[in-house]
């Protein structure tokens, strides 16, 4: 079956590291997207990426960065300078044109310990 | 630019009853429309969308949604709730010829038995 999927489910982060969640998809979509999501807040763009090799800061990339060197690819990472990353990630992905609607992975849970 | 305001961050309802979860946009061009549920600790599922034709469009599973051009909204009902309803549903617009989502809040439905 076709889907997203990204991993870890849970993931532990110490104060000062770099960690990365990974997302891949088999959908042949163009277009991948992270989202934050915290409670009371909706989903947050972080970044996006229409095609392969070229990718665009959200509303909050700021502690993030990404690559999209496979078109079935698109890990984040969260920096040491992001300075509040516990959240709940979602990648998604979508078909050129947007009209279509977005296909979410399960989620990571990022928290700070 | 636009933007989507859920009026309801939390609606109780008794199993069997009808629900009505509202949404309002705002936006100075065309916009597709989308509702998405979000059960506990996973990602989003598209639910319906409003592209153009007939401003009444259905689930599979019992919900709609109508658009009304004229009060910018995009209300989501059934007529009659299951336990398995509760979840999170989220209201999404995005840009006819655009790209980005834009997603509300988020309403927390509780079907209560």
């Known amino acids: 079956d076709g889907g997203i999927t990204q991993s870890p489910k849970y993931l532990f982060r110490k104060e000062g590291q770099n960690v990365t969640l990974s997302c891949e998809q088999n959908?042949?979509?163009?277009?991948m997207y992270w989202y934050r999501q915290d409670p009371g807040q909706g989903l947050r763009l972080i970044y996006y990426?229409?095609?392969?090799?070229?990718?665009q800061k959200g509303d909050i990339a700021e502690g993030y960065s990404v690559s999209r060197e496979k078109k079935e690819s698109f890990p984040l990472t969260v920096t040491s300078a992001q300075k509040n990353p516990t959240a709940f990630y979602l990648c998604?992905?979508?078909?050129?044109?947007?009209?279509?609607?977005?296909?979410f992975g399960s989620g990571t849970r990022l928290t700070v310990v | 630019a636009q933007s989507v305001t859920q009026l309801d961050s939390q609606v109780p309802v008794f199993e069997e009853a009808p629900v009505e979860l509202r949404c309002n946009y705002s936006s100075s061009v065309s916009v597709y429309l989308f509702w998405y549920v979000q059960y506990p600790n996973q990602g989003l599922q598209l639910l319906l969308k409003?592209?153009?034709?007939?401003?009444l469009v259905e689930s599979i599973n019992g919900f709609e949604a109508e658009f009304n051009k004229s009060q910018t909204s995009f209300h989501l009902r059934k007529p009659s709730v299951h336990i398995s309803d509760t979840a999170e549903y989220f209201c999404a617009v995005t840009p006819t010829g655009g790209f980005k989502t834009i997603f509300g809040a988020g309403t927390r439905l509780f079907v209560k038995a």
């Open positions: 990426s229409q095609i392969v090799n070229d990718f």
């Open positions: 959908l042949n979509h163009d277009a």
């Open positions: 409003y592209l153009s034709g007939s401003t």
């Open positions: 998604a992905s979508s078909r050129q044109g947007d009209n279509y609607g977005y296909t």
